[in-house]
């Protein structure tokens, strides 16, 4: 065999060896996360988590599921107490940058609080929750900078049978250095009022939320 072609086949050989092979083994695997270093700490509220290295840093992922026993609230309804319990089911994402600060969040939960007024009995209304909201940094890494933005049904307030008290669907932002404004619609019987950036003060105020939390949980009695 001639060298021209030796050093032809010898070439060859090397080409479809390196085509061949795994990219994980031609570009090396990524190395593992090393959540200490995270900032701000991943919640163990959410643990365990599940972390993978991008490009871009590192991606996070957890769930909490919560079901709490019913409690006395301290809901001001007059003459009736009120006893309550919490359901909860929350998926969160967390993005970090190469320097390993958090940059933003990502979540969808559902939350339902179910409300009685005797410590035995069923539940008589819920309060409940169902959106997807981001959080997004200003500051790399700093909690103090986060702004949060909600969409879906943000409050549901109804009895168990019969149509909501009060519901309102929409945007809820919360800058960290200013009050929180909703764009949306809030139905309360049977008056529906659209919003737009308005201050959520203005839009539920503790005084509307309670007398809907209690008209709900005495409806019918």
Partial sequence: MNRSRHA??????????????????????PP????SRLVPSLSPSFAPWSCRTTQSGPVCKGE?????????????CGDTQ???????DRYQTRYYNRDYLD???????????????SPTGPATATISTNVRFAETFAVPGDDTTRTIVSDGVLWDIRP???????RAVGTLVEPPDSGATFSGHVTAGSQTIRYENAPLSE?????????????????GQ
Avoid: K, M, N, Y
């Fill in 82 to 88: 009120i006893w309550a319990r919490g359901e909860s």
């Fill in 160 to 166: 168990v049978a019969g149509p909501a008290v009060w």
């Fill in 8 to 29: 032809l086949i010898v070439l060859l050989v090397l080409a479809f060896t390196v085509l061949g092979a795994p990219s994980s083994a031609r570009a090396g695997a």
């Fill in 103 to 117: 940059s933003r969040r990502e979540f969808r939960t559902r939350d339902i609080d179910f409300l009685r007024t």
């Fill in 64 to 76: 909490r599921h919560f079901s709490g026993a019913w409690e006395l609230s301290d809901f001001p």
């Fill in 203 to 219: 839009v539920l105020s503790d005084d509307t939320f309670i007398a809907a939390v209690c008209a709900a949980a005495t409806a």
């Fill in 32 to 35: 593992p996360v090393e959540q």
